[in-house]
């Protein structure tokens, strides 16, 4: 019996210290208190408390937590009701304010975001909450930041997660949207179109230059060889005479040259030769030489002698040239 009470005495002391001891996990903090008043915040590890004497009075997580706050009726400063839920992201840097400073820290901070909410949508017109979502996180994050300190609660952020106006001013918006849609798009259309006239008369207006151009080329061109064309000629020509002049041609190569420029003039469809007077006695003077020399005659004589031909006396006229009136005068020395 005398080992059995100490025995007892030892496994009950034991038992209460295992029941006493605690772990408190990673991103956990313990608020203790002793006797009914704050005694410490335990943090991550090994802690034994006092039996009887000391009690966890709050488990608190220092992890980042979200808030969803439901969907509230705001009114704008324009007089629109319209339905707007946000999401706040907080963490716990102070488990001794946060168990102490209010009864539910987590809903008060729900309430203090919705107040907060109407508050800044209030001095907004529907277009200007429409558009300013940044302005309005960055507003409440700042209201409820400074609110939450003395409960401790850090904001990190808050976030505008849905806005909802009226289903007539949705409808209102929507037709709005598609009006500035249609608008868009004829401006679009008309500025294709604009670009396009000016584009094809921006062709056309080259591409006559360039015709224009090349016309002017053309021409110039030609009348550049023309121009050439006449210079040889009158170079080949005065070669020509030069030419003449320094072989000290006779006189018979000269007759001989005007022989060919007759032919030359009588080969065109000119119908008047006119015959200087100089080439007129050279030609009655060669043809008076051939007849009383015989050269140049080709002409075979008949074999009979030609048949008498009587005489027409309506012709006579023209055998006997003086006594016939009108009739053509004769060429003579």
């Known amino acids: 019996m005398e080992y059995i009470i100490p025995g007892i005495i030892v496994i009950l002391v034991l038992i209460l210290i295992f029941t006493n001891i605690r772990i408190v996990p990673q991103t956990t ?9 704050y005694r410490a915040t335990w943090s991550a590890g090994l802690h034994v408390k006092l039996p009887i004497v000391d009690k966890i009075m709050k488990q608190v997580t220092v992890k980042e937590q979200v808030l969803d706050t439901p969907p509230q009726p705001v009114i704008t400063k324009d007089n629109v009701t ?10 716990i840097f102070d488990a001794k304010l946060f168990a102490y400073g209010a009864v539910d820290p987590v809903f008060a901070l729900g309430n203090l975001s919705a107040t907060s909410l109407r508050n800044i949508v209030g001095e907004l017109t529907l277009d200007e909450t429409l558009t300013s979502r940044d302005t309005i996180n960055g507003k409440l994050t700042v209201i409820l930041d400074e609110a939450t300190d003395r409960w401790g609660i850090k904001v990190s952020r808050v976030e505008v997660k849905n806005i909802m106006p009226p289903e007539e001013i949705r409808r209102a918006m ?6 500035e849609r249609d608008r868009r798009q004829t401006v679009l259309e008309a500025e294709g179109h604009r670009q396009a006239v000016i584009t094809r008369a921006e062709g056309d207006k080259q591409a006559m230059i360039l015709a224009a151009e090349g016309e002017r080329d053309a021409r110039i061109a030609r009348a550049e060889g023309e121009a050439k064309a006449v210079l040889l000629a009158k170079q080949a020509e005065a070669d020509g005479l030069k030419a003449l002049k320094e072989a000290a041609v006779n006189e018979a190569v000269l007759e001989l040259k005007r022989y060919e420029s007759l032919v030359k003039m009588a080969d065109g469809r000119a119908s008047k030769i006119i015959v200087p007077t100089d080439a007129i006695h050279v030609t009655k003077t060669n043809v008076l030489f051939s007849e009383m020399t015989g050269l140049g005659n080709v002409t075979q004589p008949a074999e009979n002698e030609p048949a008498a ?17 009108g009739a053509y005068p004769t060429i003579s020395d």
């Open 29 to 37: 903090e313990f608020v203790v208190e002793r006797l009914g008043k």
């Open 174 to 179: 929507e037709q709005e949207m598609r009006a």
């Open 82 to 91: 319209m339905q707007i839920d946000s999401i706040v992201y907080f963490h």
């Open 309 to 325: 031909v009587e005489e027409d006396p309506c012709c006579d006229r023209f055998d006997n040239p003086d006594n016939a009136p």
